[in-house]
């Protein structure tokens, strides 16, 4: 069904992205302090802001990209009906039927306007009815140790927090959106993970899912994860070629949550960030109508970084990273998006192909809140109401209340 055409359109956009790195930081420090010894309040004000509009011109198209190729609609089925009548003819759209919308991919040429096109459909059907937007790409952040002075190598999950006993029996059922998980590995023998792959590339990267995976449902006594009775569903998104490295689209991402929304799952763990994508924002809306709470990594982009997607969506619960003192992790974004912090720093987890090691970064931050969240959520069923205990039983650090590094404060379960 709609399947009686191709609208053929090839299209390329630039997309830049703030990036930063202590070598900036530094720089902009200096020349700050410089300033502040020869000019007057107004002229430091003024400076700053250059200084600051400088550093968001600095490009790094590795981390925010787009797929050249292809466009997207996403809208419910009636909505593509009212589209062929009026002579949209779409060759490849796929039926996400837990989400209860249809997507079309779409392939554009380089003078293509997408503004223009979408003003087309949204005529033709009313605004608010369909979804149009890039196909964008998403990345998780690379295993790394953070070195800091004295800091431990590593601590096993359940050493970073104190955790319920009831953890270690109960059956909660949760899902994740990362890599391809190596199920092989020793950490996993007995558990219970269900995975499904939503890219076509045979041999997927597996490093990140599994390390996320291990955080929450591992069996290794050396390493027990936060639920290792949990059971576990992997949609596993990313892929990998020679010139984009690993990444997301944001059709692997929409096929994903159209999937878990079907398993009788309470949470689902997305330990990616991005840019924001309005088929990316509706998914997650149907997501939350369903009862079901998305945890987010905030993003490892620094202090001055803009904010990050999904995790800035409001359906998204937004986890910063904190170490073993506490304190926030030193490249995780901040803004009034975040919603709470929990243990991010010198992670221990299973390495892909077999092994522990060690990574920092908000993406090892979410099993945490997403296992408390899925615990709650068990007992009450009530998503806003197990948000507001959440939040309430946050220990408060940084500025009192709710701030944009902590969020509503560290984690407790």
């Not at 779409?90 to 979408?118: C, H, K, M, N, Y």
């Amino acid at each position: 069904m709609y399947k009686t055409g191709l609208l053929m359109l090839y299209f390329a956009l630039p997309v830049i992205f703030l990036t930063t790195n202590n070598a900036n930081t530094r720089e902009i420090e200096e020349q700050i302090e410089d300033l502040v010894s020869e000019a007057t309040a107004e002229r430091i004000e003024q400076a700053i802001e250059e200084l600051i509009d400088d550093l968001e011109s600095s490009i790094d198209e590795d981390d925010l990209r787009i797929q050249t190729d292809s466009w997207l609609v996403m809208a419910e089925p009636s909505v593509f009906f009212e589209l062929e009548l009026e002579g949209f003819l779409f060759d490849q759209i796929s039926d996400l039927d837990g989400l209860g919308f249809l997507l079309a991919e779409v392939a554009a040429p380089a003078s293509f306007d997408l503004s223009e096109t979408r003003e087309g459909i949204l005529e033709i059907i009313g605004s608010e009815r369909a979804d149009i937007d890039l196909n964008h790409l998403y990345t998780a952040g690379s295993p790394m140790l953070d070195q800091i002075e004295n800091a431990p190598r590593g601590s096993a999950p359940r050493d970073l927090l104190k955790i319920p006993k009831d953890l270690a029996n109960l059956p909660i059922r949760l899902g994740i959106i990362d890599s391809s998980v190596d199920l092989r590995h020793n950490a996993f023998a007995g558990g219970s993970i269900i995975a499904r792959k939503f890219v076509a590339n045979a041999s997927p990267p597996n490093s990140h899912g599994t390390a996320i995976a291990s955080i929450i449902v591992s069996k290794d006594p050396n390493l027990l994860g936060l639920a290792p009775e949990a059971n576990l569903y992997a949609a596993e998104v990313f892929d990998q070629t020679d010139g984009q490295g690993k990444f997301a689209s944001t059709v692997s991402l929409v096929k994903a949550l159209d999937w878990l929304i079907k398993q009788d799952i309470s949470v689902i763990n997305i330990s990616l960030a991005g840019p924001p994508n309005r088929l990316l924002e509706s998914a997650l809306n149907r997501v939350r109508e369903k009862g079901i709470v998305p945890v987010a990594a905030a993003g490892n982009g620094g202090p001055m970084a803009e904010p990050m997607y999904p995790a800035a969506y409001p359906e998204v619960v937004a986890v910063t990273a904190t170490d073993y003192r506490g304190r926030v992790f030193r490249l995780a974004n901040r803004g009034e998006y975040v919603d709470i912090a929990a243990p991010g720093v010198n992670v221990l987890h299973a390495k892909a192909g077999g092994g522990i090691q060690a990574s920092s970064g908000t993406s090892y931050a979410v099993p945490f809140v997403a296992v408390a969240m899925a615990r709650l959520l068990g007992g009450l069923g009530e998503p806003d109401r197990v948000l507001d205990i959440l939040y309430s039983r946050a220990r408060d650090v940084g500025a009192p209340g709710r701030d944009e590094i902590y969020g509503y404060g560290h984690l407790q379960f």
